[in-house]
């Protein structure tokens, strides 16, 4: 009877063994898979912010566009203004045509006004509308926020490591 008693404790002993073996393998797996999305996780995050800040250098070349753009307007205007200042000047001179060209004169400075009014407000959209599509956002770039990042922990991964969780 002892000889029994004792090996059924050897045999509750050897599956307690095995049970504790097993649960384990499976909270190692459990790490090492945590681990690995861990690694994941940062490897997106520093990849979020290589990809924002080339976007952000983009927005900031067409945004010096814009400004060359408005740049070369204002000169534009300045020299448009002088040199049609002489024509119109002249014919202002004389009487019999100085009133028709006084109205000339401003129509023709109100629709040039409007044009270059236009090149500098198509031009600073275009910039404002680069950079909140590249960047998500008016201005400066959005820091980004865990809502923007995928919860990796959340799903089943398969993955091939060179580690070797033995």
Do not use: N
């Not at 019999?96 to 006004?113: G, I, K, P, S, V």
């Amino acid at each position: 009877m002892l000889l029994v008693s004792a090996i059924a404790l050897v045999l509750v002993c050897a599956l307690l063994v095995t049970l504790a073996g097993f649960w384990f393998r499976d909270a190692d797996r459990a790490l090492l898979a945590g681990e690995r999305a861990v690694r994941r996780q940062r490897a997106w995050s520093t990849e979020r912010a290589t990809f924002l800040a080339s976007r952000t250098r983009i927005a900031d070349g067409v945004q010096v566009g814009a400004e060359t753009v408005a740049f070369g307007s204002a000169v534009t205007r300045a020299g448009h203004r002088a040199v049609t200042a002489i024509p119109f000047g002249l014919l202002r001179a004389i009487p019999a045509t100085r009133e028709r060209a006084e109205r000339m004169q401003a129509a023709h400075d109100e629709r040039a006004a409007q044009m270059y009014d236009a090149i500098d407000s198509v031009s600073a959209r275009i910039a404002d509308g680069v950079r909140k599509r590249l960047t998500g956002a008016e201005g400066l770039p959005r820091e980004l926020g865990s809502a923007g990042q995928p919860d990796v922990l959340a799903g089943e991964f398969e993955v091939h490591d060179e580690i070797d969780p033995g």
